[in-house]
């Protein structure tokens, strides 16, 4: 009797360890908190025993291989752990390195902790698996994996909120699969990759708040999936490509605040964009007159610019404009009457040059 209790025990362990995760991964997991300090939620609480597979907090594995594939630790989150401390997370320490030991990983979540710092370990790059990438609201420091763009997988990039800086790297238009990239609110400086439009599966690109100069590269109009595009408060300069106005669903294009100048493209307002915002730059001449059906904006935003001339007639026939601000230009000439006119106050058409009528001054 005790022979049979002893090989079930056996047989126990064996099944047991094979349906744990790999010894390897689960040291690589605590040399990844062991870099990193949590106090007041006890989010690390749970990483314990042999098996990192099962009850680790934000560690999911692969059902088939028992690999190590996804780490998703957000520092604000509705999960009750949350709820039952009434506070967001605050963690500090830095990414380490032994992050990158997990080979199988798809997906790597550090968000919204705000007390994390370093850099990003550059061998992250050297995960082949990795599709998302995660690491908004925080405090980290340092350049870009200069090969990023060997994720040839990646299809989310987010390194929002950070104090990041340096270039935008030269690789990162090799990832072929990316469809969400996030940048925004670092110091990261330099020129847009002037091949940036080789990012064909791109949907929404957010760089705004950063120290980006030089022009906004014509090849950003070949991404043909583009629906958000903000590169605004950067110090960008330059006209603004007419092909941004002819993508089939470029829906926002925010520019506010750069250096741009000469004329106000043609094509912008007689397209798909329905959020067009390019105040605080330095473009000038007349604003066209090719408003017509087509034209359906829920905000243009052209103030603080140097426009001159009339406000075009034509803007009457648009589908739709909800608002419109042409406040501080150098506009001249009667406000046009009817919609969206008759819903607009007079601030969006104040301190320019002689415009007049309802709302301002009668003519």
């Not at 300090?37 to 597979?53: R, T």
Request: hydrophobic content about 40%.
């Amino acid at each position: 009797m005790g022979t049979f209790l002893s090989i079930a025990l056996i047989l126990l362990a064996l099944t047991s360890a094979a349906n744990s995760c790999l010894p390897s991964d689960r040291a690589a997991l605590m040399a990844f908190k062991a870099a990193l300090h949590e106090p007041y939620l006890g989010i690390f609480n749970s990483w314990a025993g042999p098996d990192c597979c099962h009850n680790w907090y934000g560690v999911s594995c692969d059902p088939m291989t028992k690999r190590v594939a996804d780490i998703n630790l957000r520092g604000e989150s509705e999960d009750p752990i949350f709820e039952k401390a009434h506070r967001t997370g605050f963690m500090t320490g830095s990414i380490s390195p032994a992050i990158c030991r997990l080979n199988r990983l798809s997906s790597l979540t550090i968000a919204d902790w705000k007390g994390i710092s370093g850099i990003i370990p550059p061998c992250i790059a050297n995960l082949p698996f990795l599709r998302i990438l995660d690491l908004i609201g925080n405090n980290i420091t340092g350049e870009m994996p200069t090969d990023i763009g060997r994720l040839s997988r990646l299809t989310v990039l987010n390194v929002a909120d950070n104090r990041l800086t340096g270039t935008i790297p030269r690789s990162i238009t090799n990832l072929s699969s990316l469809m969400h990239l996030d940048l925004r609110s670092n110091q990261i400086s330099g020129t847009l990759p002037t091949n940036f439009g080789k990012l064909r599966m791109l949907s929404h690109a957010l760089l705004s708040r950063n120290r980006l100069t030089g022009s906004i590269p014509f090849s950003i109009s070949y991404i043909y999936r583009l629906a958000d595009l903000d590169l605004s408060f950067n110090r960008l300069s330059g006209p603004i490509p007419e092909g941004l106005g002819k993508m089939a669903v470029l829906a926002t294009l925010n520019l506010d605040g750069n250096r741009i100048s000469g004329k106000l493209p043609t094509t912008l307002l007689n397209s798909a964009i329905s959020i067009l915002n390019l105040s605080r730059n330095a473009i000038d001449g007349n604003i066209p007159d090719v408003f017509g059906p087509r034209s359906y904006f829920t905000a243009i935003d052209l103030s603080y610019n140097l426009l001159r001339g009339p406000i075009p007639k034509s803007i009457t026939a648009a589908t739709y404009i909800g608002h419109l601000d042409l406040s501080h230009n150098h506009l001249c000439g009667p406000i046009p009457v009817g919609s969206p006119f008759d819903h607009l106050e007079a601030s969006s058409f104040v301190f320019n040059d002689c415009l007049c009528g309802k709302p301002l001054r009668p003519c």
